[in-house]
């Protein structure tokens, strides 16, 4: 519940568009819950992003799936004044490693809006490739996908 406040401020406001937003304190709070709610229904979900000197939350990396989700997916965001940093890189890259050696799952893929070019350049940085046939919810989003490295 800690980290509820500052994920609050980032749906609400302009700096969500890329992630759906912004949103009502209502479908935030859904949104949230739901992040919770994937560890018990499918044994995966989403993680906060702790800064480790200041024991700060500074974003969210996530395994997403269910029935809004054509795929599983690689998701990730960080809270203003902490990109540049390497933490989405790090945590995105810790989580893809876990999903495919703990879950099995053959690949994963993720949803980036096409103007998001610094999600573009992460999804790259994780040896996503795009694929123009994947399905997807948002017909203009860019697909990434990831295979397991060997």
């Known amino acids: ?53 200041s024991k700060r939350c500074i974003g969210q990396v996530a395994i997403n799936a269910g029935p809004f989700f054509p795929e599983h997916e690689l ?6 004044g902490f990109e540049g940093n390497g933490y989405a890189y790090e945590a995105a890259e810790a989580l893809k490693r876990w999903a495919f050696k703990e879950l099995k799952l053959p690949t994963l893929v993720s949803y980036v809006d ?18 123009i046939d994947a399905l997807r919810e948002d017909p203009t989003d860019l697909v990434f996908r990831y295979e397991e490295d060997t």
Request: proline share 5%.
């Open 1 to 53: 519940m800690d980290d509820w406040p500052a994920y609050l401020n980032l749906m609400v406001s302009p700096r969500s568009h890329f992630v759906g937003g912004p949103i009502s304190d209502r479908f935030a709070w859904g949104i949230f819950c739901h992040d919770v709610a994937q560890w018990s229904l499918l044994d995966h979900g989403a993680l906060m992003i702790v800064d480790r000197s």
């Open 75 to 80: 998701g990730w965001f960080v809270y203003e």
């Open 114 to 131: 096409p103007e998001n070019a610094k999600s573009c350049r992460l999804a790259k940085r994780l040896n996503g490739t795009l694929d």
